[in-house]
């Protein structure tokens, strides 16, 4: 190779090589705290106890700070079958795992069920079905490691829940701007096996949050997060809601693995579900 083409190879590598560098030291894009969408996720199904299926869902908030609302509605359906099938109306920033649970019949084949979001002008949906790589070790535990979801109840020695679909507690009713207590119980088996646990300890208390599930108003929480010891506690908020109308309340117990921890697993949290009748 002649000394001039030699230089040239050598001037073109050199530039392709600060250009990388340059590309590499664009700054990304700062986070978008609002004026995002929400697509909705199938997280995957498991079997219940009963031969029935529990189909999971969560959602993706692109926004980090802004919190969604879409009402039931012709922006937030499921088809076929009724449009409300437990979703929620409002959407908390970011990625939420295993939010709610469709339970279908045992029966229920190669039928979906799909969930319809629309928000700022686009269309989101996701279908859900039985499809066996969908199936998640939602109950069982985590790949086998017998790390179970902790237990949920709306009553002391009451019937119990686990995993994303979770218990659903006795409707209650409520005045607007009079605070309503809420109690709740929730034990977990205190093992920590498997990589999803590595981020957790032996026998670590039980941490519970609430949200707003569904309604048309705002709602306050007294206490919005509570812990409880792994062998069984006891915890009381109170919440207080701004407009008359239906209202879901959601509870959400995790494990030491905690939502983020847990998350691709399905295996590590527990819904509870309040309706609450609120009027002026």
Not at 61 to 77: A, C, K, Q, S
Not at 219 to 235: D, I, T
Request: charged share 15%; with cysteine.
């Amino acid at each position: 190779m002649s000394g001039q083409r030699f230089s040239a190879v050598i001037f073109l590598l050199a530039m392709a090589c600060v250009s990388l560098t340059s590309v590499a030291q664009i700054p990304l894009a700062p986070p978008s705290m609002k004026g995002q969408t929400v697509t909705p996720v199938f997280e995957g199904w498991y079997e219940n106890p009963d031969g029935t299926y529990s189909l999971s869902f969560g959602y993706f908030n692109r926004n980090f700070g802004e919190v969604l609302e879409i009402p039931i509605g012709p922006d937030n359906f499921f088809e076929p079958g009724p449009a409300n099938q437990g979703q929620p109306t409002q959407f908390q920033p970011r990625r939420q795992w295993g939010v709610f649970a469709v339970t279908v019949p045992a029966d229920f084949g190669y039928e979906r069920l799909v969930w319809t979001l629309k928000i700022r002008g686009e269309t989101f949906f996701v279908p859900g079905s039985l499809n066996k790589d969908w199936q998640i070790d939602a109950l069982r535990g985590e790949a086998g490691s017998g790390n179970t979801p902790p237990a949920l109840s709306f009553h002391a020695g009451g019937a119990e829940g686990s995993g994303p679909a979770g218990v659903t507690g006795e409707p209650l009713t409520a005045s607007v701007g009079m605070p309503l207590a809420v109690t709740v119980w929730a034990s977990d088996d205190g093992r920590g096996s498997g990589d999803v646990r590595a981020v957790g300890d032996e026998g670590v208390s039980v941490t519970l949050t609430w949200f707003k599930h569904q309604g048309p108003g705002e709602v306050s929480f007294s206490e919005a997060s509570h812990e409880v010891s792994y062998s069984g506690g006891e915890a009381k908020t109170l919440a207080t809601f701004s407009e008359p109308g239906s209202y879901v309340l959601r509870v959400r117990a995790n494990d030491a693995s905690g939502i983020d921890g847990a998350g691709h697993a399905q295996c590590c949290w527990t819904n509870g579900f309040v309706h609450v009748s609120v009027i002026q």
